[in-house]
């Protein structure tokens, strides 16, 4: 894909995503609102644990390798094999996730019992109850991972973008409908929205000329060559996900809402991750990977400096500016129905300690397709095991004195570490990843963001003196946040970040074209 089509890609895709994004924030202020952070909430929270889990791993490690060898098939055979080929894999992938669904339907206690030990009576049953209608979402999740890597390989991106509409509309109208049903209601409402995730793309793939046919052919030479390259993706992700695992077993023994309180965060967390560094990275991948398979490491490490250098000029103001109004934000888009004052500080305090490492997730996945690319998996799984084991060992370390809190820091050092440990090996492996440029612009961004957060603090201190009530810390919010902005950016262009100016210089020769 050329560089104006990948912009325009991308353009297209933070857009949609964005707008999904935007709902999924209301999804959970109305989640915050009709359930707070309750036992019910706690339960939900767990049971969907291991469904999101299992499409963690399966979704990285589908489209990680199903994309290139499908784009390979694509380009060298025709798109009549790669369909046939699609179609294989979908069919074993189906067959798969049959009996994964099968086995977590029958044993859900057991795996809940794992997960939360720290649950007991009314809540245990409950998360139970909650996590059989969960295992469900698997069959619908496998398949929503297969089509998106599938119309990826296409270069049509809208559809995979929109998934997250497909889920939040149906909850968000059981929510506003009053939530009759109440938390069960809410799984069923949450079931629909996984199977519509899928059932969206459909309709995408009959433009590029799908059709489904069942067969399963496990002599094709392309399904031992994704098994060979799938399996350090299914361990290294595997273990990523056992952080999960982990911080929601530790927060089972803190008191009731701990666990909902720390999802909220990590929701908020989340939403600026989903809007600009998965839309970079959706689009960005299929050329770091290309470059990677011919060998152009030159011009691999342009498209790895261009991805990183967009995620941390964005990433850093983000987390810095939320880290000083994030009482604001929590108060005026939560603070209602069940999730009180006490549900604001608990969310708040844990908010604090993930956005140290929110820069940094974007970083190492950076650094995990670069390795992808190069059909490098074992790389990213070491690096991944070794991330796991400092998590648990941080969680050991601080959850006993500083609560959900510790639990928010372990994993924000966690990605900090692993993130410098696969650059270096990234710039080991192909002879640098212009690692000076990337610390330069670092530092440079940071330095601004600092004095935005600085300007920002100070136009929160100083207009709540004169504005009060909510309507008066919605305008405070408004104006701090434009003054932070303004100061981010003359800062930037102070210090002369040469991203930036690439960047206006792209702007200004399309003006001009124009």
């Not at 209601?185 to 000329?209: E, W």
């Amino acid at each position: 894909m050329k560089g104006v089509n990948l912009a325009k890609a991308a353009g297209i895709v933070m857009f949609i995503t964005i707008m999904s994004k935007v709902l999924g924030f209301f999804r959970t202020m109305l989640l915050a609102s009709s359930f707070g952070t309750t036992m019910q909430s706690d339960a939900y929270v767990v049971s969907l644990t291991i469904p999101l889990i299992i499409y963690s791993v399966i979704g990285a490690a589908v489209n990680t390798t199903f994309i290139p060898i499908l784009s390979r098939s694509l380009t060298q055979r025709g798109k009549e094999d790669m369909i046939q080929f699609a179609n294989n894999i979908m069919n074993i992938l189906f067959l798969i996730s049959i009996i994964i669904f099968g086995v977590g339907f029958l044993l859900s206690p057991q795996i809940v019992r794992v997960i939360a030990h720290g649950f007991s009576g009314e809540k245990f049953n409950l998360t139970v109850a909650l996590t059989r209608i969960s295992m469900f979402n698997v069959l619908a999740l496998s398949m929503t991972a297969g089509f998106m890597s599938i119309l990826q390989s296409l270069n049509e991106f809208k559809a995979p973008a929109m998934v997250g509409i497909a889920l939040d509309l149906p909850i968000i109208l059981y929510l506003i409908l009053g939530a009759k049903y109440g938390i069960y209601g809410l799984s069923v409402a949450t079931l629909i929205g996984y199977t519509m995730q899928f059932v969206i793309q459909i309709p995408y793939l009959l433009k590029h000329d799908y059709k489904y046919k069942f067969f399963i052919d496990l002599k094709d030479t392309r399904v031992k060559e994704m098994l060979y390259l799938i399996l350090p993706i299914l361990i290294g992700t595997t273990v990523n996900q056992i952080n999960s695992i982990v911080d929601k077993t530790m927060a089972s023994s803190l008191p009731n809402g701990n666990i909902s309180a720390y999802n909220f965060a990590i929701n908020v967390n989340s939403m600026l991750y989903g809007v600009f560094v998965a839309s970079i990275i959706m689009v960005i991948y299929p050329a770091i990977s290309r470059e990677g398979a011919n060998k152009a490491y030159d011009n691999m490490k342009v498209f790895i400096h261009k991805g990183i250098t967009s995620i941390l000029l964005i990433m850093v103001p983000a987390a810095v500016g939320l880290f000083v109004l994030r009482y604001d934000v929590l108060t005026i888009f939560f603070k209602r129905g069940l999730f009180n004052e006490d549900s604001v500080n608990l969310t708040a305090y844990a908010l604090a300690f993930l956005l140290l490492g929110l820069p940094f997730y974007g970083v190492r996945d950076i650094f995990n397709r670069a390795f992808y690319g190069l059909n490098d998996t074992k790389t990213p799984m070491i690096n991944g095991i070794f991330g796991v084991a400092l998590n648990i060992t941080l969680n050991l370390l601080f959850v006993r004195y500083l609560g959900i809190g510790g639990l928010a820091l372990a994993t924000s050092m966690s990605a900090i570490l692993t993130s410098i440990l696969l650059g270096m090996a990234l710039s080991r492996r192909i002879n640098g990843v212009q690692g000076r440029k990337i610390l330069i612009a670092l530092l440079k961004i940071s330095l601004s963001a600092f004095m935005m957060g600085f300007a920002v603090k100070g136009v929160e201190i100083g207009l709540k003196f004169i504005f009060t009530g909510l309507i008066g810390m919605v305008l405070t919010l408004g104006i701090a946040v434009l003054t932070g902005i303004f100061v981010y950016f003359i800062s930037l262009i102070v210090l002369k970040l040469e991203e930036l100016d690439d960047a206006l210089n792209m702007i200004l020769k399309r003006k001009r074209a124009k």
